[in-house]
């Protein structure tokens, strides 16, 4: 059985700041290659001058997609799992209020300017003539925030922890609840979170399919990991997790994880998979069973990928030079000034004859160390800084 840790002395972790910065580095770099390809998921797709060959944007799935399928699940289990120590040093008042502040205002300032702002300026470099006030009404999903749906859903699920363990201490203070907590977490229970992350991902996405767009850009197709991983990572966090994952655990996650991302390309050729944009279409819901299919995989890679991403940092991103704490602390700035960059960078290579393979590299390759320089920038020289 695992050792029981106090859940209130969880302390600043290097390992977990650095993991942090890596994937949001990973998530521009994606979104850079997203701008540009044929099945989207990065919104300067509308605009785009130019589309990766199909066989790119097929090699693109296979060498970043099992990824893209478990990175937004990692960072909503690392926040579950500092979530208890915040709560018990802060309680559920201030714990939401801070929560509302750090994460509600820069959705609520790119919901309502940044994201139609840029988005408006690559309208008309695009040859639109369009006003900023029609760019924001009339593009879909209403109230869109570019990469800040994240920062929303995020709010949410802590908001809701934040009011469930109130209601959890009032009923203690009366004596209606005692203080129980899960005994251990071990193959089995990760299987059951598989199991049920999958199942309701599949229901879910009867009604929002993969990839839909719902006012506010909610991802409601994604909230059944969300949810899940923020709540395996409260559950961790009792057993030291931040700091050690079991190793049993770490082992048959990665074997897990390895085997799953091996057998995607294969899965691809034997099924003739050739198009990501024409065959994507029954797996990203309704009732088909390639729908059941990728939402078994994604539960599958969003369990065992963020337990075994977790305890690769544990072990290799334990650095505390000057840049790593650089980049770690302003990894969130970062995570938010990728759209204004990104589409920035876009705009500015768009009278240029290249492939859009080479545009989205060059996307990607700028952006992400101009994303991690502003972000700095901002912490060091702004009273922003005091919040991120």
């Keep these: 059985m695992a050792t029981m840790a106090s859940a209130t002395r969880v302390e600043r972790l290097p390992h977990v700041d650095n993991l942090r910065a890596v994937m949001v580095a990973w998530i521009i770099g994606g979104h ?29 799935a296979v060498v ?14 690392i926040a579950g799992l500092f979530a208890p ?31 139609p ?9 695009a040859g639109y003539k369009v006003s900023f006030w029609w760019e924001f009404t009339h593009r879909h999903p209403f109230l869109d925030s570019g990469p800040l749906w994240f920062a929303e859903i995020l709010l949410y699920v802590s908001l809701a922890y934040a009011a469930l363990v109130w ?9 209606q609840l005692e203080d129980e907590g899960p005994a251990e977490i071990g193959a089995r229970q990760l299987v059951t979170l598989v199991a ?12 929002f399919p993969a990839q839909s767009k719902q006012i506010l850009d909610l991802h409601v197709w994604q909230w059944p ?19 050690r994952v079991p190793e049993r655990l770490r082992r048959g996650s990665g074997a897990v994880v390895v085997m799953t991302v091996l057998a995607l390309p294969v899965y691809a050729f034997t099924v003739g998979i050739s198009d990501l944009a024409d065959d994507a279409g029954p797996y990203q819901g309704g009732w088909h069973w390639q729908a059941l299919l990728l939402a078994t995989v994604e539960a599958i890679l969003v369990v065992a990928g963020s337990v075994w991403v977790l305890s690769l940092a544990q072990d290799r991103l334990q650095g505390v030079s000057r840049l790593w704490k650089r980049c770690a602390r302003g990894s969130f700035a970062a995570f938010v000034l990728q759209a204004p960059v990104l589409l920035s960078l876009s705009i500015m290579l768009r009278p240029f004859d290249l492939p859009a393979e080479a545009k989205a590299i060059a996307v990607g390759g700028i952006g992400i160390p101009v994303c991690f320089w502003l972000a700095w920038q901002v912490i060091e020289r702004t009273p922003v800084g005091r919040y991120l």
């Design 32 to 60: 850079a290659l997203l701008g540009y390809s044929a099945v989207g998921g990065w919104p300067y797709d509308e605009v785009k001058e130019s589309t990766f060959h199909p066989k790119s944007e097929l090699a693109m």
């Design 64 to 77: 970043v997609g099992p990824t893209g399928l478990f990175v937004i699940g990692t960072f909503f289990f």
């Design 85 to 115: 120590a915040t709560m018990a040093r802060k309680g559920p008042g201030r714990f939401a209020s801070d929560r509302v502040v750090r994460l509600g205002v820069p959705f609520l300032l790119f919901a309502l300017l940044v994201w």
């Design 117 to 125: 702002l840029f988005m408006w300026f690559a309208y008309l470099a």
């Design 167 to 175: 209601a959890k201490d009032r009923a203690r203070a009366d004596g």
């Design 196 to 207: 049920l992350v999958a199942v309701a991902s599949f229901i879910v996405r009867l009604w």
């Design 225 to 243: 990991q969300c949810v899940a991983m923020f709540g395996l990572g409260v559950a961790a966090a009792r057993f030291g997790w931040a700091k």
